[in-house]
Structure formats: structure tokens, C-alpha cells
């Protein structure tokens, strides 16, 4: 049989390896062949995704609740370019912030502060807060001409919120290198060209592209005066296109063209007027945006922050409408992070001022109440910054950083004279009509020179020249004088009217007072100060014989020394804060018409804390003494008790439950509580109760001051918070006197 033969290669070891060889490139090549097909044609990349946001004032509220659905579908913003409030939301989103801290920011803004320009009191200095406090007009004047301001607000609470808020990138100037790509959009006021800003200061562009003509003041920005961008391109998608973005989405809160029984109000006519040129625009500018949003804005204005959360619902409900076409954009991977911001606190090397005219470094400085070469937070550098703001002395302001240097650009207010006007009435020193004269810059820099004249049922006067040197000494004189004549119950007011049998007398006042003095800041909130004081005091009646009948006629020298401290946000139906004043002042000297001088001195401080425990309902707990060191038999600088708050005169304080002029001592302690409840804006119901002890040298040994109060009070008052001042009445009653009034208060208090 024959064996069928088979042939087995034989491999030597060099065949071997060869073969093996060969096995392995054909086993690959399969993958390496599939590889280089794959990498030669990439995936695509993902396309550019552009938001623009257009200007509507508060309507772009709206602007955050579409950035809410943006964020829950988690599509990733690539560029963002924005106009007014299109600028500001996109710009702060660009910045960092997610939709929801933006919703946070915006529902809890003080929309008053923000048109109004809010300044606040705490930032000022006594002769600023007399500036809200006492006048209910201003009128500027310029070579004795009436001066109308550019705006209704020069924007410095707009600046100071978004530079706070802008903090975390503010050594960045090329907008292109924030988290998200960035332009806003302004309008040269001078030559009517739209400007791109996507460099500089981000917060003062965003302000810059916000400023409604009329409403805010211009933003110089590199020698342009600039204003609101929708006076020129409310919607600049084309610039946005030019970014390099390959989809756009748009949100849209301008207002179409409105009828003529719609046009009501300035501000809505200059918005129909700036309106005619951007709605003109719009349709092809809505061709050149892929997804197109417009959420339901009728029924609000450019001002209609208060209505905020309604207007962000709007903006996510629009979105919403589009989420079929968004929801293709999503990315499954990308989710915007909070904004982490890890300390607000600065540290300044050096503060650097341009050159101004009339003011000098310390005065700024001592305003600014910053010092070079420390560490401040935040809220610091902005109260300063009001301080500045407050003086009046400046039309604009601008700060920024570089490296820790904060350089603080000024421009000098022209405006150096104003004349002002109030209204006062009160059941003391009857009706009143102010006038007041102030003018800056009589002989040196800081100084100001304020003249009060006050005209009705009581001549008065108030003279007053400050130079303010800021952290370094100030010098400071003061010329007042107050007369009023007035029925005054002699029953609790012994040591006065002890050789009198009349229940009441008819007394004619007059104090006619002169003082120079010095002052400073200490520990950059307390206002220390000093100096001597020359008065004249007269007090007589008719109700006795002329021999008699002048009770005092005397000059009186003495020396003083005083702190104050207030913080309180408001003066009237203040809801936070505390003040503190304390007073010492030694007479050493008096013409002594009642031949009964020796040297005395009184000593007395004030003070208060307000809180707000609920919204609408305030707390405010004082506490005041005074006493007499030196055993003088002189009267007539004793503490007076009564009556409701009006201007202070000498040791006169108010006491609920007894009438004005009504209880005298030369030493007191009282302490008082008022709970306040604004029922509605600016309109308050309110209680209140006192309690004292007056008497001669109550702090003694035998400590009468801690018994029981001689004398308790309570109040119940209605109070208006209107724009000639407060509109107050009370109606006031004393268990232990049984007798209760009524009282009028219309106006600020001089």
C-alpha cells in the first residue's frame, strides 16, 4: 500500500523569524489601515456658540431667567456681546457668575439706590448730611447763573456695585481673557459712533454702555464721552458674528414703538426717540440670529427694578418656548461652576490721585479715610469712595487697580455755589422759612462758608466756615443765633422762677453764640474736636416789672471739647446703626448780670443703637445724662426736659408726656424706647416710652439717679417721610401728670 507522502516544512531558525515576521504586518496592517482612515478625516469641531443680550433698562431682568435655562440645559457660552443692561448681565455672567448667584444679585438690589444714586449717610460729613437733613431744594449756580445738571445721577452707586462685583478680575484690561469672551456696546455722545469696548475697565464699561441719556451721566472713557450703546446698536449680533461665533442665540427686551396715549413721562419719550433707529435695524439683525428669543416685557419700564423677579420668570418662560432648538446645543459634560470669590480683603501699596486744583492729598486722603501701604476689605474702599462722592466736590470718579496700586481719577465739580430752601413747622419755634448761602473755595482749597437765614415767627441765623484738612486738623468757626417767645409752666422749674407766684410766664429767649474751633478724625470713624466759645444770653418777661422782669443778660466765655460718632442710615425712621455725642464744656468766665457766676462745667452724652429684628419694624433704644460739676447757683444752662424733638438749644432735650420748657435740673439721666412700623413706603406708625430722673446733683451720694423714675412718658405718632422732610404727629400723655398733647412736626429740623 502506498503511504501517501506529506511535506512538512522545515524552518532553521532564520526561516523561522522571518515568518513570524510576516504573520505580524498581516494581522496589523488590517488596524493600522482602519487608523489611518480614521485620522485622516477628524471629527469637526464644535461649533462656536455667541449670546447677545440687547438694552432694555430693568426689562433686561429678563436677560437672567434665559440664562437659567441655559445653565440647567448646560450649553457653554463661547462669546457674549450685550448692550446696557445686556452689557452688565452678560458682562458679569462673561465674568464668572452663574445665572443663579445672578438672580440672587439682582432680586435683592435697592432699585431707589440705583436711580437715585444712593449715597450713604454714614459716608458723609456733618456739612453733607445738613445737605439731605435740612433743605428740601438745592440750586446750583455758575457766575450767578442757574446751573442744570447733565443727569439725574452721576452712576457712583452703579460703579461701586459693579466694581465690588467685578473685583475677582480686576487686573484684567483685555476682555477677551475672561472666562468667557466679552464686548459691550457704548455710543459716542460728541460724534454719534457706536464704540466697541473690549478693553479697559470692566466695570466702567459696563457702566459706560448703561447710561441712559438724561438718567446717568456720561462716561468719559480715553477723551470719548460716552452713553448708552442702544442710542446706536441695541442688538450688535453682526459683532458678535465677527467674534467668530457659529450659532447665535439672542434675547430681545426692547419695547416696540408705542402710541401716542402710551408716551407719558420723560424718560418714555427719550426712549421712543433713541427707539427709531434700533427698531429700524431689528429685522435683519433677527435674520442673523439662529435661536431668537423676546420675553414678555409689556406693562414694564427701563425702571421697573422693584417688579425684578417677575421679569427674570419672564425671561426663563420665553426660553423655555425655545428649548426644542436649545436643548440641540446641549453638552452633556459642561456644567457652569459657581463663582468662588476666596477674600475681598485689599491690600493697597500706594493710592494715587491726578492732579487736582483745589484739593489737597490730605483732604482726599482724609475723606478716602484708606492710608497707603495697608490692608482694607472691600466695603472700605467703597465707603470711601462715598465719601468722596459725598462732598459734592466732584462730577466724576473712577478707580481701578494696578498690581496693588489704587489709582482714583477725579474730576473737579465747576459748581461752587448753591442756594438752598426749607420748610419747618413745630408746635416750639412755630413756622419757618430757610434760605441758605454756600459757597466753596472763599479762601483756601477745602474750606466751605454755609449762611442760614430762617425767616418766620422766630428770626434765626446760622453761620457756619469749615476748613477741612481731612486726617490733619480742620478749623472751623461758627456764628448762631435763636430767639423765641414762649408761655412756660413754672411749677417743676423751681430753681429758675423761685421768686415767681405764677403758674406760667410769657418768656422772650435769645442766645447769641460764637465759636472757633479745631477737629479731627479718630480711629477713622470718631470726630474729635475742641475750642472756646463766647455767648450772650437774654431771657426776660413781661409778666413782671422791668426791674425784675429781665432775668438774665450776660456774656458767658467757656471751653469745649466734643466727639461724635453716627452711623445711622437714615436720621428719620433710621432701621440701622448707632450714634454716640459726648460734650464736656468749662465756663471760666461771664459778665454776670445775676451777680451769681462762679466756674462750672457740664458734662453730657447721648446715645443710641437702632435695629431692624423684622422687615418693616425697627427698634431704637436711647440713652441720655448730663451734669452740672461746680456748685455756680447759675440756672440758665441746666438740662430742660419737654416737649417733642426740635432744634437743640443749649441743655433743651425732648421728653414725651410733659410740655416743652417743663423740667429743670442741672444734673439727668433718661433712657427711651421707639418701635417703629413703615405699614407702608415711606408712611410710619410708631410707640414710644421715656423714663428719667432731674434734679439738682442726682449723682451723688445719696444716688438718686438710680431710684425710680420721677418722670415716665409714652408717644404715639404717625410719620411721613416726604421729600421737605419728615411730616410727624404725636400725641404724647404722662401717667404721672396725668396731662397729654398733641404735637405738629412738618419738615427738616433747624
Not at 54 to 81: E, F, N, Q, R, T
Not at 226 to 244: F, I, Q, R, S, T
Not at 416 to 439: C, E, H, M, P, V
Request: hydrophobic residues 40%.
Amino acid at each position: 500500500m502506498n503511504k501517501k507522502k506529506y511535506f512538512y516544512p522545515v524552518f532553521n531558525a532564520k526561516r523561522q523569524k522571518t515568518f513570524f515576521v510576516w504573520c505580524f504586518l498581516l494581522l496589523t496592517l488590517p488596524l493600522v489601515t482602519i487608523g489611518q482612515t480614521a485620522n485622516s478625516v477628524p471629527n469637526p469641531p464644535s461649533p462656536k456658540i455667541g449670546l447677545v443680550l440687547s438694552g432694555g433698562g430693568a426689562k433686561g431682568l429678563a436677560h437672567i431667567g434665559v440664562l437659567k435655562v441655559i445653565d440647567s440645559l448646560g450649553i457653554k457660552i463661547d462669546y457674549i456681546g450685550g448692550t446696557s443692561m445686556g452689557a452688565i448681565i452678560g458682562g458679569l455672567y462673561a465674568s464668572g457668575y452663574n445665572a443663579k448667584q445672578l438672580d440672587s444679585i439682582f432680586t435683592t438690589l435697592d432699585a431707589d439706590a440705583l436711580i437715585q444714586d444712593y449715597v450713604p449717610r454714614g459716608s458723609k460729613s456733618f456739612f453733607e448730611k445738613r445737605n439731605d437733613e435740612l433743605y428740601a431744594i438745592t440750586l446750583p449756580f455758575k457766575k450767578l447763573k442757574l446751573e442744570t445738571p447733565n443727569a439725574l445721577s452721576k452712576g457712583m452707586y452703579n460703579y461701586n456695585l459693579l466694581s465690588k462685583l467685578t473685583f475677582h478680575v480686576r487686573h484684567l484690561r483685555d476682555f477677551n481673557r475672561l472666562p468667557i469672551p466679552f464686548f459691550c456696546m457704548a455710543t459716542d455722545i460728541e460724534t454719534g459712533e457706536e464704540i466697541i469696548l473690549n478693553k479697559g475697565i470692566l466695570a466702567q464699561a459696563m457702566v459706560a454702555s448703561g447710561s441712559i441719556p438724561s438718567l446717568f451721566n456720561p462716561i468719559e472713557i480715553e477723551g470719548r464721552m460716552l452713553v448708552d450703546g442702544g442710542v446706536k446698536n441695541n442688538y450688535p449680533v453682526e459683532n458678535l458674528k465677527a467674534m467668530g461665533a457659529d450659532i447665535i442665540i439672542g434675547v430681545d427686551v426692547q419695547d416696540g414703538l408705542k402710541k401716542k396715549d402710551e408716551l407719558k413721562g420723560v424718560s418714555t419719550i427719550l426712549l421712543q426717540i433713541s427707539n427709531f433707529g434700533t427698531l429700524e435695524k431689528m429685522p435683519e439683525k433677527i435674520k442673523k440670529t439662529d435661536i431668537y428669543i423676546k420675553p414678555n416685557i409689556t406693562g414694564f419700564t427701563v425702571l421697573s427694578f422693584d417688579e425684578g423677579k417677575t421679569i427674570i420668570k419672564n425671561g426663563e418662560n420665553a426660553a423655555i418656548k425655545e428649548l426644542y432648538r436649545l436643548i440641540n446645543l446641549k453638552d452633556d459634560v459642561y456644567q457652569k461652576p459657581n463663582l468662588r470669590v476666596k477674600s475681598d480683603t485689599i491690600a493697597i501699596t500706594n493710592i494715587n490721585f491726578n492732579v487736582t486744583k483745589n484739593y489737597t492729598r490730605s483732604y482726599l486722603l482724609g475723606k478716602l479715610k484708606i492710608k497707603p501701604k495697608s490692608k482694607v476689605a472691600y466695603k472700605n474702599l467703597i465707603d470711601g469712595i462715598q465719601n468722596l462722592n459725598s462732598t459734592q466736590n466732584f462730577s466724576a470718579i473712577k478707580y481701578a487697580f494696578e498690581n496693588n496700586n489704587l489709582n482714583i481719577d477725579l474730576k473737579e465739580n465747576n459748581v461752587n455755589t448753591f442756594l438752598k430752601f426749607g420748610i419747618r413747622y413745630d408746635d416750639f419755634l412755630k413756622s419757618a422759612a430757610l434760605i441758605n448761602f454756600t459757597q466753596k473755595k472763599i479762601v483756601s482749597k477745602n474750606d466751605l462758608l454755609s449762611l442760614d437765614i430762617i425767616l418766620g415767627d422766630n428770626f434765626r441765623y446760622d453761620l457756619n466756615y469749615l476748613i477741612d484738612n481731612g486726617f490733619y486738623w480742620s478749623f472751623g468757626i461758627n456764628s448762631s443765633f435763636i430767639t423765641f417767645n414762649r408761655n412756660v409752666s413754672t411749677e417743676l422749674s423751681t430753681s429758675l422762677f423761685n421768686n415767681i407766684n405764677l403758674k406760667t410766664i410769657n418768656l422772650d429767649y435769645s442766645s447769641f453764640n460764637n465759636q472757633a474751633f479745631i477737629q479731627t478724625l479718630f480711629s477713622k470713624r470718631f470726630t474729635i474736636g475742641g475750642g472756646i466759645e463766647w455767648q450772650h444770653l437774654k431771657i426776660k418777661t413781661d409778666n413782671l416789672a422791668n426791674d425784675i422782669g429781665k432775668l438774665e443778660d450776660s456774656d458767658y466765655l467757656s471751653f469745649f471739647g466734643s466727639v461724635t460718632h453716627d452711623s445711622f442710615n437714615k436720621k428719620y425712621f433710621p432701621t440701622k446703626g448707632w450714634y454716640l455725642k459726648g460734650n464736656f464744656k468749662t465756663y471760666v468766665f461771664s459778665t454776670d448780670y445775676t451777680n451769681s457766676f462762679d466756674k462750672f462745667s457740664i458734662g453730657k452724652m447721648d446715645v443710641g443703637i437702632v435695629t431692624s429684628p423684622i422687615k418693616k419694624w425697627s427698634v431704637l433704644m436711647q440713652a441720655e445724662t448730663g451734669f452740672k460739676i461746680g456748685r455756680s447757683t447759675t440756672p440758665f444752662f441746666d438740662f430742660i426736659l419737654g416737649g417733642t424733638t426740635v432744634r437743640e438749644v443749649n441743655n433743651f432735650r425732648p421728653f414725651y408726656g410733659y410740655n416743652y420748657l417743663t423740667i429743670l435740673g442741672n444734673s439727668f439721666i433718661k433712657a427711651s424706647t421707639t418701635i417703629d412700623y413703615e405699614f407702608y413706603k415711606k408712611n410710619h406708625f410708631n410707640l414710644s416710652y421715656n423714663a428719667a430722673n432731674v434734679g439738682s446733683f442726682i449723682f451723688d451720694a445719696t444716688k438718686k439717679w438710680i431710684d425710680k423714675p420721677s418722670f415716665t412718658g409714652f408717644a404715639l405718632g404717625y410719620g411721613l417721610d416726604s421729600i421737605v422732610g419728615p411730616i410727624e404727629l404725636k400725641y404724647s400723655w404722662s401717667p404721672e401728670s396725668k396731662n397729654s398733647y398733641f404735637w405738629v412736626n412738618v419738615g427738616f429740623i433747624f
